[in-house]
């Protein structure tokens, strides 16, 4: 009687065993988890893996959409578009077996992406204790894409959840990211969602599929740039170890005298396996969580490329239009997988149609940062000021908005911790640009000048009509240049919606710059009657 009993337990338990081998877990995309944000107003991609045919059907807020997974064991549903929705409710996804996410709200999700300065976290920010401790805002949530690279094709999965604003939480969230969102936020009372695409030290061809890269005219020079750095790299590893060494012997000492570590730590050189690479965190990081419906995107990059302006004039939109394109193509509805055949199918057999296509609603909003005023060992230089001009130069793409920050950096920390500003005027952008309000975002930009008799040049603004505004006793950071190209300071007053310059060493001025250096100095103080500052320009192309 008892080995009838362990017979009949063991062929239970094998068809059990079998049953799950014959039927695969239902899962959802990394992306979705407890706490999501779906973005109001726009069908919401809703997607994850299964059983090959296994039928699956998603709920949420009275909708219920029912579908299977392909032959690749794929499988997707769009949720029609929605209001905003700050109370939360169940995401629940049902086929061999249930998911159920908890806290699920809608509003406006942003795709934050770029290098260290939108990494940098709140704890490290101005006044982070008081920041955290007053960051109660149950309805911004961050996910944090954990950084990964893939090589050549998408990688399976991100990792990461969504997390809730809160004291304890605020601290590890995106400066940059919080503060635009807190300032969303509070204006326009709707939960906003911060997607967290971050890595430090990137380039931005690392940022881009090869595809967006070889439309390019600097593919070829990409690529052999990185074959060198590859090449290069044995030798650069091994420098860098023996002073990393030497480093750590100081370190050491340091520390056992109770004085802080030496700030001259080696950074690391590029190489095989590591983020400057080209496309690798393209594949690693954007590419997995594309098609999550997005509000738009916000980018703070461009330190890495620093002396590569050239290139930057055209990567940079290269970028643009590839996420946009990548996120439109995506946004396309699922061909419902084929029924099961259990007959064979005639020619004339046509797959079902797909669901109509909304009118595209223009292309997604683009926001970013321009570079921050950062000596670099040079301020006088002008590799920084020839960066943040290629950036500016983007501005010619549609539905694209620069938030200045020419005014805020530090001479001597590559990291600018008063993010709160930077958040500001992203939201600024934002609210101007994105949302239709009324509200000031740009400071003055230069219009057009022209040259008076008695040598002065006088310079006309954009952006001014609430007037010029001189912070100190007397406008600087404008220089003149006559016909021997060097670059003199000039007097400047405001006359107007103008600035009149003129010098007494150039007495005929062929060009004006203004803040065009790595670190203006003097302060570069021309702002508008919002405060916000005159964004750096030269009318010359030397």
């Given at each position: 009687?008892?080995?009838?009993?362990?017979?009949?337990?063991?062929?239970?338990?094998?068809?059990?065993?079998?049953?799950?081998?014959?039927?695969?877990?239902?899962?959802?995309?990394?992306?979705?988890?407890?706490?999501?944000?779906?973005?109001?107003?726009?069908?919401?991609?809703v997607?994850?893996?299964?059983?090959?045919?296994?039928?699956?059907?998603?709920?949420?807020r009275?909708?219920?959409?029912?579908?299977?997974?392909?032959?690749?064991?794929?499988?997707?549903?769009?949720?029609?578009?929605?209001?905003?929705?700050?109370?939360?409710?169940?995401?629940?996804?049902?086929?061999?077996?249930?998911?159920?996410?908890?806290?699920?709200?809608?509003?406006?999700?942003?795709?934050?992406?770029?290098?260290?300065n939108?990494?940098?976290?709140?704890?490290?920010?101005?006044?982070?204790?008081?920041?955290?401790?007053?960051?109660?805002?149950?309805?911004?949530?961050?996910?944090?894409?954990?950084?990964?690279?893939?090589?050549?094709?998408?990688?399976a999965?991100?990792?990461g959840?969504?997390?809730?604003?809160?004291?304890?939480?605020?601290?590890?969230?995106?400066?940059?990211?919080?503060?635009?969102?807190?300032d969303?936020?509070?204006?326009?009372g709707?939960?906003?969602?911060?997607?967290?695409?971050?890595w430090?030290?990137?380039?931005?061809?690392?940022w881009?599929?090869?595809?967006?890269l070889?439309?390019?005219?600097?593919?070829?020079?990409?690529?052999k740039?990185?074959?060198?750095?590859?090449a290069?790299?044995?030798?650069?590893?091994?420098?860098?170890?023996?002073?990393?060494?030497?480093?750590?012997?100081?370190?050491?000492?340091?520390?056992?005298?109770?004085?802080?570590?030496?700030?001259?730590?080696?950074?690391?050189?590029?190489?095989?396996?590591?983020?400057?690479?080209?496309?690798?965190?393209?594949?690693?990081?954007?590419?997995?969580?594309?098609?999550?419906?997005?509000?738009?995107?916000?980018?703070?990059?461009?330190?890495?490329?620093?002396?590569?302006?050239?290139?930057?004039?055209?990567?940079?939109?290269a970028?643009?239009?590839?996420?946009?394109?990548?996120?439109t193509?995506?946004?396309?509805?699922?061909?419902?997988?084929?029924?099961?055949?259990?007959?064979?199918?005639?020619?004339?057999?046509?797959?079902?149609?797909?669901?109509?296509?909304?009118?595209?609603?223009?292309?997604?909003?683009?926001?970013?940062v321009?570079?921050?005023?950062?000596a670099?060992?040079?301020?006088?230089?002008?590799?920084?000021?020839?960066?943040?001009?290629?950036q500016?130069?983007?501005?010619?793409?549609?539905?694209?908005?620069?938030?200045?920050?020419?005014?805020i950096?530090?001479?001597?920390?590559?990291?600018?911790?008063?993010k709160?500003?930077?958040?500001?005027?992203?939201?600024?952008?934002?609210?101007?640009?994105?949302y239709?309000?009324?509200?000031?975002?740009?400071?003055?930009?230069?219009?057009?000048?022209?040259?008076?008799?008695?040598?002065a040049?006088r310079?006309?603004?954009?952006?001014?009509e609430?007037?010029?505004?001189?912070?100190?006793?007397?406008?600087q950071?404008?220089?003149?240049?006559?016909?021997d190209?060097v670059?003199?300071?000039?007097?400047?007053?405001?006359e107007?919606?103008?600035?009149?310059?003129?010098?007494?060493t150039?007495k005929?001025?062929?060009?004006?710059?203004?803040?065009?250096?790595?670190?203006?100095?003097?302060?570069?103080?021309?702002?508008?009657?919002?405060?916000?500052?005159?964004?750096?320009?030269?009318?010359?192309?030397?």
């Amino acid at each position: 009687m008892r080995l009838r009993r362990r017979l009949a337990l063991s062929l239970a338990l094998g068809f059990a065993l079998l049953a799950g081998a014959l039927h695969a877990e239902v899962k959802l995309a990394a992306v979705f988890t407890d706490h999501a944000v779906l973005q109001r107003d726009a069908a919401v991609p809703v997607w994850g893996t299964a059983k090959r045919g296994e039928k699956i059907t998603v709920t949420f807020r009275g909708q219920t959409l029912a579908t299977k997974a392909d032959r690749d064991g794929r499988w997707r549903v769009d949720l029609a578009p929605m209001p905003a929705q700050p109370y939360p409710a169940d995401l629940v996804v049902d086929g061999a077996n249930t998911i159920t996410l908890r806290d699920v709200v809608v509003g406006d999700v942003w795709f934050c992406s770029g290098q260290s300065n939108i990494e940098w976290p709140v704890r490290l920010s101005d006044n982070a204790a008081t920041e955290a401790g007053t960051a109660r805002f149950p309805l911004i949530r961050h996910f944090k894409v954990a950084t990964q690279l893939a090589h050549g094709q998408p990688a399976a999965a991100v990792q990461g959840s969504w997390i809730t604003c809160s004291p304890e939480t605020a601290p590890h969230f995106s400066a940059v990211g919080f503060f635009f969102a807190r300032d969303l936020h509070r204006d326009l009372g709707v939960p906003i969602g911060i997607l967290d695409v971050t890595w430090g030290g990137t380039p931005i061809e690392s940022w881009l599929a090869p595809a967006m890269l070889a439309a390019t005219p600097h593919a070829a020079s990409v690529a052999k740039a990185w074959s060198q750095t590859v090449a290069e790299y044995p030798a650069k590893k091994a420098a860098h170890d023996q002073k990393m060494a030497e480093w750590q012997k100081r370190a050491d000492a340091a520390q056992a005298a109770g004085r802080p570590e030496p700030a001259d730590k080696p950074w690391r050189p590029a190489g095989p396996g590591l983020p400057e690479e080209p496309s690798v965190t393209w594949f690693g990081m954007v590419a997995p969580v594309v098609p999550y419906a997005i509000r738009g995107f916000v980018w703070y990059q461009g330190e890495s490329n620093v002396g590569r302006e050239a290139e930057y004039r055209d990567l940079f939109p290269a970028l643009i239009t590839g996420w946009r394109d990548a996120w439109t193509a995506a946004a396309q509805p699922p061909t419902p997988p084929e029924e099961p055949r259990k007959k064979k199918r005639t020619k004339d057999a046509a797959p079902p149609p797909a669901a109509p296509v909304p009118p595209a609603a223009g292309p997604l909003p683009f926001l970013f940062v321009q570079l921050p005023n950062y000596a670099d060992n040079n301020p006088a230089g002008t590799a920084w000021a020839r960066l943040r001009e290629a950036q500016a130069a983007a501005l010619a793409l549609p539905a694209v908005g620069m938030a200045v920050t020419i005014d805020i950096g530090e001479s001597a920390n590559l990291h600018p911790p008063h993010k709160q500003e930077v958040g500001r005027r992203l939201a600024l952008v934002a609210r101007a640009q994105v949302y239709g309000q009324g509200v000031d975002a740009a400071g003055p930009t230069y219009a057009d000048h022209t040259f008076d008799a008695d040598g002065a040049v006088r310079i006309r603004f954009s952006n001014a009509e609430i007037g010029l505004v001189c912070r100190g006793p007397r406008v600087q950071g404008f220089l003149l240049a006559g016909a021997d190209r060097v670059f003199r300071p000039a007097e400047a007053r405001i006359e107007g919606d103008a600035v009149v310059v003129r010098s007494a060493t150039v007495k005929t001025p062929m060009a004006v710059r203004y803040a065009f250096a790595n670190d203006p100095l003097p302060d570069a103080n021309l702002y508008n009657g919002a405060g916000l500052p005159a964004a750096p320009f030269r009318t010359d192309n030397w």
